[in-house]
Structures are given as C-alpha cells and as structure tokens.
C-alpha cells in the first residue's frame, strides 16, 4: 500500500501520458520517505461516460485518488500529498493551459481492521535485486 487510481475523461486519452505519469507518481511517493517502493500500485481508469460542468465537449478532468493504510500522522501525510500534487499540477501543466481541464486528487486513509491483504511482491523484488527479503 499505497494504490494510485487514476480516473480522467476518455476526451484527453491520448494526452495523458500514462507511462510517465506512473513513473512519476512511484517516484514521487517513494521520495517522500512515507511510502515503500514494493507496496505501490497503480491503475488507471478512463471514464468514456461523464458530464463536466456545462457539458461542453472540450471540458475534462484527472482525478488521482490515493489509498494508504492507516497509521501515519496527518502531518506527515498532508506533507506528501503536497508533494504529489505538485507532480501531478507539473505533469498535467501544459494540457490545462491548452484547455478546460479539472484536476483533483485525495487521499484516503483505510481502516486496519477492514484492509486485508496478502503480497509476495516484496520478496520477488528482493531476488530480482540480488537480496535476502
């Protein structure tokens, strides 16, 4: 944990830049020092059906959500999500001077006793790297 998901209107599809988006975000959180490499994930979501303000067809939007298990203090978590803001503001700059674009993101603490989980991720990145997990 943590998982980006990444929601954005199917009208930007092809000026998203998902790759470099991804790397950046994994980048982004991992140099924070609150988030471990091996628990990032990342998925997007195109959303072909939607409504933006006042329907105009130009009008689109990034909504990057953020799940992160519990357990970390507000500060710490409001530090880091100024951070990754910025990234996603950087990334997504020059599409928003070109036109009408909505950006949000959010981050979402899950409860401990309602997250449940089973990953063997860390250990295979160990391996790959040479390393004792």
């Known amino acids: 944990m943590p998982h980006f998901i990444i929601e954005h209107s199917t009208n930007i599809a092809d000026k998203v830049q998902i ?9 982004v959180a991992v140099e924070t ?3 471990p490499l091996g628990g990032l994930r ?3 979501v195109p959303c072909g059906q939607y409504r933006i303000a006042d329907g105009h067809p130009d009008n689109a939007f990034v909504h990057v959500s953020m799940r992160v298990g519990s357990g970390r203090e507000r500060e710490t978590l409001v530090a880091a999500c100024e951070r990754i803001f910025e990234v ?4 997504f700059g020059p599409l928003q001077d070109a036109g009408p674009l909505a950006l949000s993101y ?3 603490q899950m409860d401990k006793d309602l997250n449940f989980r ?5 250990e295979h990145m160990a391996k790959r790297a040479g390393k004792e997990a």
Request: charged content about 35%.
């Open 88 to 91: 996603i503001t950087d990334h």
């Open 19 to 27: 790759p470099e988006l991804l790397e950046k975000l994994h980048n």
């Open 118 to 122: 089973k990953t063997n991720i860390r």
């Open 42 to 44: 990342s998925r997007v």
């Open 106 to 108: 959010e981050i979402r």
């Open 33 to 35: 020092g609150v988030f």
